[in-house]
């Protein structure tokens, strides 16, 4: 597994594709929140009450009130009201993003998002190169220093536990700096992977035969991971990612080199994984045409950097003292 620290790189500032009714741009006043285009809702339907049959010895009912006669309003105070998009009922989103964005001296390098994403869900991340994708990806995983913003991931506030939140998430890709090593057989990977992770090796092989189950399909194991399709070598990225169970799972250029006849059978294959272990599964991407309609789409718009000054790359939360335990992080 390779990893090590990225340093800054200079990135040209390009265009965005034109965003389909199923992206969001970064068009508007910067003071706009970014938001998600499809995030479940989840309301109460109002049904008609039962008809009721009254007892015997019921008490008889009152006088008939007057056609237009209301209830009496009950002002709730302003302090007890939910606030604007949140909702009063339902499940809880496994990550909660309000205004999450990140800034170098040299600038913003992504506008602010608004994200909730559910167990099992698929989120997409698309935008050119220079557009923050690998910045947004590592601040949705806790593991951005220059990230800003409000961040709970299974309930764990980030700003008051971020340690505590990276042990919630986990790397499957990132660039050159975290993957797979190449050379490795998917065996010596599963290896290499509970090593990392400190996750008992029995354990890990049990739950990559429960994601073989839920694929429908199994790879040789005694084949060097870069001799694998582009599709097999991503998924094979995020399913060795997930031997630690993890609420949030990151993968970088998701589909890089993968044909775009297979791109959509590749988002079908990681949101499986994503609802096999009811966790979240982020993935930026080039083209997101293919994803799927379920699926979360995000689009951002390739930041214009000053002249002569390029925007700093990934900067990453160091890993924590605790050497038994803790989850992998770029160091």
Do not use: W
């Not at 998600?36 to 039962?50: E, F, G, I, Y």
């Not at 991340?125 to 590592?138: A, D, F, P």
């Not at 994803?291 to 990934?314: I, K």
């Amino acid at each position: 597994m390779r990893q090590a620290p990225k340093d800054s790189t200079s990135e040209p500032a390009s265009a965005a594709p034109d965003a389909s009714p199923h992206r969001v741009t970064e068009e508007g006043a910067p003071s706009q929140p970014l938001e998600q285009t499809h995030v479940p809702q989840h309301s109460l339907d109002s049904a008609p009450a039962p008809d009721r049959v009254a007892p015997d010895d019921a008490p008889a009912p009152g006088p008939d009130l007057p056609d237009d006669a209301q209830p009496p309003d009950h002002d709730v105070p302003d302090d007890e009201q939910a606030p604007p998009g949140d909702e009063p009922h339902g499940p809880l989103p496994l990550l909660r993003a309000r205004g999450l964005t990140a800034s170098t001296k040299r600038g913003r390098i992504f506008k602010p998002v608004d994200l909730d994403l559910y167990p099992g869900q698929l989120c997409t991340i698309s935008g050119e190169q220079g557009s923050g994708k690998s910045s947004l990806l590592l601040s949705l995983a806790g593991r951005f220093k220059s990230a800003t913003g409000e961040l709970i991931i299974n309930g764990i506030d980030a700003s008051a536990e971020p340690y505590a939140v990276i042990q919630q998430t986990s790397v499957a890709r990132l660039g050159d700096y975290v993957q797979p090593e190449d050379r490795l057989t998917l065996d010596e990977s599963i290896i290499e992977r509970c090593f990392i992770d400190g996750y008992p090796r029995a354990q890990g092989e049990e739950r990559v035969r429960r994601m073989e189950e839920a694929l429908g399909y199994r790879v040789n194991r005694a084949i060097e991971l870069e001799q694998l399709q582009p599709v097999e070598r991503a998924v094979i990225s995020v399913a060795l990612a997930m031997i630690r169970p993890a609420a949030v799972v990151i993968i970088d250029d998701a589909d890089t080199m993968v044909p775009h006849s297979q791109q959509h059978r590749l988002f079908e294959l990681l949101a499986e994984l994503a609802r096999l272990d009811d966790a979240v599964v982020i993935a930026s991407v080039v083209d997101n045409d293919e994803t799927l309609p379920s699926s979360v789409h995000l689009h951002l718009e390739s930041p214009m950097p000053p002249a002569g000054e390029p925007l700093d790359a990934v900067q990453v939360i160091a890993a924590p003292p605790e050497p038994d335990n803790s989850p992998e992080v770029i160091s």
